[in-house]
């Protein structure tokens, strides 16, 4: 089976249906962020994706995000691993989701290595902030970085990401970039020192007192008054199907 072209021609769930329903063997390669995405296949069934940093689920949702990207298929290509069990078109159906779950993240955060800020100051009944969204906003601190603050609270990036989202939309944080550390100061010769200038008073800081400061003290209020969760209960907040499920 000799099959190749573009995602602009011939889109991604189509390829993934014919491999299928040919019930042939091999690799769908596609070009994704400079690097190529693989999803192979046995006699027609996908049982193993990467793409880059990402397997399973999440290296097809990363291969749907792809819009005119190249692809071909290599017939006879196998892998050693296994990553994915569940039904073709499930699988076609969950990685779409996650792609346009990305794909309304990156808008707001182009970098998962940029850092939040809270910003403003909001009318009270302005704010909707879901149960779920406290653990994020309590953590903020203008130096941890979006993908620190996943790993600190131990969630799925993604959901991390669309905690974040939700928080960017109702004015409550900015992401920024991470600051790049200055080059030391090169010392003057001695003959060129000025006298020092008298020192001045340092500007006051911009008043983000008052309700962000409630809003932070009463996700940590919440954040303690959470149950400890299990070991079980914390891989399943982990599973895709989770927030690809609850956002349909």
Request: with cysteine; glycine share 6%; aromatic share 6%.
């Amino acid at each position: 089976m000799q099959l190749e072209g573009t995602l602009d021609t011939f889109p991604l769930r189509e390829l993934i249906e014919m491999v299928v329903y040919s019930s042939v063997t091999g690799a769908l390669q596609v070009q994704v962020n400079g690097g190529i995405g693989r999803l192979y296949f046995r006699d027609g069934r996908p049982y193993h994706a990467v793409a880059g940093e990402h397997t399973a689920i999440n290296a097809v949702g990363a291969m749907f995000e792809q819009k005119n990207a190249r692809f071909r298929f290599a017939a006879g290509d196998v892998s050693a691993d296994t990553t994915l069990w569940m039904d073709p078109l499930e699988m076609i159906e969950h990685a779409e989701e996650l792609a346009r779950l990305w794909q309304k993240v990156r808008q707001n955060i182009p970098d998962v290595n940029h850092i939040p800020f809270l910003i403003g100051t909001v009318a009270q009944n302005q704010v909707h902030i879901d149960e779920t969204i406290w653990p994020v906003l309590s953590v903020i601190d203008g130096q941890r970085t979006v993908q620190e603050i996943s790993a600190q609270l131990n969630l799925v990036l993604l959901d991390t990401c669309l905690a974040l989202v939700t928080l960017i939309e109702q004015g409550l944080v900015v992401v920024k970039r991470s600051p790049v550390a200055k080059p030391p100061a090169i010392a003057l010769p001695e003959t060129l020192h000025k006298d020092p200038e008298p020192a001045q008073p340092p500007a006051p800081a911009a008043n983000s007192s008052g309700f962000l400061e409630r809003l932070l003290a009463d996700a940590k209020a919440k954040e303690q008054q959470r149950p400890d969760l299990t070991d079980d209960q914390a891989q399943e907040r982990k599973q895709v199907y989770r927030y690809v499920d609850d956002r349909r």
